[in-house]
Nanobody
Framework: VQLQASGGGLVQAGGSLRLSCAASGRTFSRSAMGWFRQAPGKEREFVAAISWGGGSTYYADSVKGRFTISRDNAKNTVYLQMNSLKPEDTAVYYC??????????????????WGQGTLVTVSS
């Protein structure tokens, strides 16, 4: 069972990236999913979350209006579209599954299955 995050890279400020999180070995179509990030020297923080069906989403204030979380349950994949990127968005981004919850939550402790992370670097 694995969550594989991809799509990170180096981008200039104002640019865009789309992260993907593909699940293998198990379906998470009945689970809420989230994205978190950890910048160098800082604690991991919540970025965005989505309900099992995709109808409900929640965002950190710092990314609201710039990032969009979505999912394709047929592909067992969650996405994070990141626009208008800023240098302060530089971090390792992690996707996670709240296997026993169906609604989005910012509570990190609720997420019990984590991917390996993908690095996003935004240059000024």
């Amino acid at each position: 069972v694995q969550l594989q995050a991809s799509g990170g890279g180096l981008v200039q400020a104002g640019g865009s990236l789309r992260l993907s999180c593909a699940a293998s070995g198990r379906t998470f179509s009945r689970s809420a999913m989230g994205w978190f990030r950890q910048a160098p020297g800082k604690e991991r923080e919540f970025v965005a979350a989505i309900s099992w069906g995709g109808g409900s989403t929640y965002y950190a204030d710092s990314v609201k209006g710039r990032f969009t979380i979505s999912r394709d349950n047929a592909k067992n994949t969650v996405y994070l579209q990141m626009n208008s990127l800023k240098p302060e968005d530089t971090a390792v981004y992690y996707c996670a599954a709240d296997r026993f919850g169906m609604h989005p939550t910012i509570a990190e402790w609720r997420y019990d299955f984590w991917g390996q992370g993908t690095l996003v670097t935004v240059s000024s």
